[in-house]
């Protein structure tokens, strides 16, 4: 199933309470979050207070990604303030396989997160913990970032090995996602689909008629 979740790093925090109505009236099936520490990244964002509070406003799941070292001193944090989901990168822990466990034992869903570099074996021997896969087509820390071509090449060996394997793992991609790059992102394999300043939030037009556009390149 495609799902369409806005990245809420590039929202008008001054108006996050109007654009999450319109959001949801549109339609989207979760928002993702984007948490950076300043240390696995060069970049602070978001954490729990705004987490919570976007739990608040809307029904809609939480798609945390966690862009911070020792992620396992944290999860439960983001539990408590509302979290639905929550992926990690490989390389920020000791216990990859154990922080997985850790989310799914909360009930939530867990993800492992790729960064462009990354190669696919790190996910060798935990694909019975993951719920899904985010591939990053930019290098995390910033938006407005360019388009990797290589990624769709890496999606498509994923989506290939998930299939050989018979297993229920979703693919959620994330980076300069607009009318030049899904539909690569389709055709090779990935489901859920991270919207920031190259397609949600364009400028040129509402939020609503954006999510519509998103999703005419999903069909």
């Not at 959001?23 to 948490?35: F, K, P, S």
């Not at 705004?50 to 406003?57: A, D, Q």
């Not at 060798?124 to 087509?137: F, G």
């Not at 009318?179 to 397609?199: D, K, L, R, Y």
């Amino acid at each position: 199933m495609y799902k369409v979740a806005p990245s809420l790093m590039v929202t008008d925090l001054s108006r996050v309470g109007e654009d999450i109505k319109e959001l949801d009236n549109a339609g989207v099936e979760q928002y993702h979050i984007d948490i950076m520490d300043g240390h696995f990244v060069p970049n602070f964002t978001l954490g729990p207070d705004f987490v919570k509070k976007i739990n608040e406003l809307t029904n809609t799941p939480l798609d945390l990604h966690l862009m911070i070292e020792n992620p396992e001193n944290f999860i439960d944090m983001f539990y408590e303030a509302g979290a639905d989901m929550i992926s990690i990168h490989a390389e920020a822990t000791n216990n990859l396989e154990g922080t997985l466990q850790k989310i799914q034992k909360l009930g939530m869903k867990a993800g492992v997160a790729i960064n462009p570099a990354t190669p696919l074996s790190v996910l060798d021997y935990i694909y019975p913990v993951i719920d899904y896969v985010l591939v990053m087509t930019v290098n995390p820390g910033f938006a407005g970032q360019k388009f990797i071509p290589a990624m769709y090449q890496k999606i498509a060996d994923l989506r290939q090995i998930i299939d050989s394997k018979g297993m229920n793992i979703d693919i959620e991609v994330d980076g300069n996602l607009g009318a030049q790059t899904i539909p690569g992102c389709v055709n090779n394999g990935a489901e859920w689909f991270v919207g920031g300043t190259s397609s949600v939030y364009q400028k040129d037009h509402s939020l609503t008629k954006n999510v519509a556009a998103v999703r005419q390149l999903l069909i």
